[in-house]
């Protein structure tokens, strides 16, 4: 490589990590792993639930009626975590029971159905049977009813 090409494609790199490190340090460019992109808005309230996250818990409020005099729900959101129990289900997850809860209700004051979430792996019982996984066993019991009393199905996941 000759000298002049060699300085050309030292300034070049000089010149890009210079943008690079002034964007950085102007707040114009962040760097995210894509794990983390969906913990943003982690513990905070909105008035809708975006794609990667749950909630669990709802208030109503004149937040999110778009000036009106009406109350709307706004959600509690949480990024989807293994253990978490939350008012609805996250791609990638399942859960292993459900519970009831005015909490999660967008009907004040009647109860609406929670889910303890869980990361699927091979020989768990789960309440549904996620992407990927198929079952060995089935057994009927309460653990995942979302209506009280009414037993269903739980599946012993398998890859």
């Known amino acids: 490589m000759s000298v002049t090409r060699t300085i050309r494609t030292a300034r070049t790199a000089l010149l890009a990590a210079f943008a690079a490190l002034t964007l950085l340090l102007t707040g114009a460019a962040t760097a995210t792993p894509a794990s983390a992109t969906a913990t ?23 937040t999110c009626s778009g000036g009106g005099s009406w109350k709307s729900p706004q959600y509690h959101l949480r990024t989807p975590v293994d253990g978490l ?29 929670t889910f303890h979430l869980r990361t699927p792996v091979s020989g768990m019982w789960a309440c549904s049977v996620p992407s990927g996984f198929t079952y060995s066993a089935t057994t009927s019991n309460l653990d995942c009813a979302t209506v009280r009393g009414v037993p269903t199905t739980k599946f012993l996941l398998s890859r």
């Open 85 to 113: 129990t939350s008012c609805s289900t996250a791609p990638g997850f399942t859960y292993d029971s459900a519970g009831s809860s005015t909490t999660c209700s967008l009907t004040q004051g009647v109860p609406s159905t």
């Open 40 to 62: 943003g808005l982690d513990d905070t309230w909105a008035c809708s639930v975006p794609s990667g996250y749950v909630y669990e818990g709802v208030v109503f409020s004149q």
